[in-house]
Antibody
């Protein structure tokens, strides 16, 4: 089955750290870009970070830049989000989402939309 | 940052009716706009990519149109399972941004 499964969420105190993981199965992980998108309780979707298949392109939202680090291990079919200096504003469900890439006729392209999502993992930052 | 404004915030319709959802960008995104559906307690699901390309397995009653700054998601005849929140998302510029969502509710 083609799927993404997040883990690592939980309750953490302000200023603390957490590492989220996303494990992929059912597709060629190394051929896709991966992303983290979050959703605060009762709110809309917010893009957090993205990483291309070969780590050549890494992006962060301004709200997490300098505090969060995205990484991937293609041998383990996994992507990670290291989150430091957490605040209450980081409380949200964190979704892992896949982005398709294309390398056709020598033209490489990343289509930065999200064609597969995990079920999410809840991060709560509270004292 | 490109701001996406979705309207209306809530759309109250009956099954069988046509739904028309709008997404307006603060600057041109060409056709680099996607639509997602999210039901309560579930992850979002991709419906449409690049303004008008239906994703795999998405029923033909869902269609997308538009370019530059004005986009529309149309559900031709609402089924009971279509009542949900819909988001647009642009990939023309970093940061990637989402609209605030339109809730389609049963009238």
């Amino acid at each position: 089955e083609v799927q993404l499964v997040e883990s690592g969420g939980g309750l953490v105190k302000p200023g603390g750290s957490l590492r989220l993981s996303c494990s992929a199965s059912g597709f060629t992980f190394s051929s896709f870009s991966l992303n983290w998108v979050r959703q605060a309780p009762g709110k809309g979707l917010e893009w957090v970070s993205s990483i291309s298949s070969s780590n050549n392109y890494i992006y962060y939202s301004d709200s997490v830049k300098g505090r969060f680090t995205i990484s991937r291990d293609n041998a383990k079919n996994s992507v990670y989000l290291q989150m430091n200096s957490l605040t209450a504003a980081d409380t949200a469900i964190y979704y892992c989402a896949r982005t398709p890439e294309s390398d056709s006729g020598g033209v490489y392209a990343i289509f930065w939309f999200f064609d597969l999502w995990g079920r999410g993992t809840l991060v709560t930052v509270s004292s | 940052e490109i701001v996406l404004t979705q309207s209306p915030a809530t759309l109250s319709l009956s099954p069988g009716e046509r739904a028309t959802l709008s997404c307006r960008a603060s600057q041109s995104v060409s056709n680099y706009l996607a639509w997602y559906q999210q039901k309560p307690g579930q992850a979002p699901r991709l419906l449409i990519s690049d303004a008008s390309n239906r994703a795999t397995g998405i029923p033909a009653r869902f269609s997308g149109s538009g370019s530059e700054t004005d986009f529309t998601l149309t559900i031709s005849s609402l089924e009971p399972e279509d009542f949900a929140v819909y988001y647009c998302q642009q990939r023309a510029n970093w940061p990637l941004t989402f609209g605030g969502g339109t809730k389609v509710e049963i009238k």
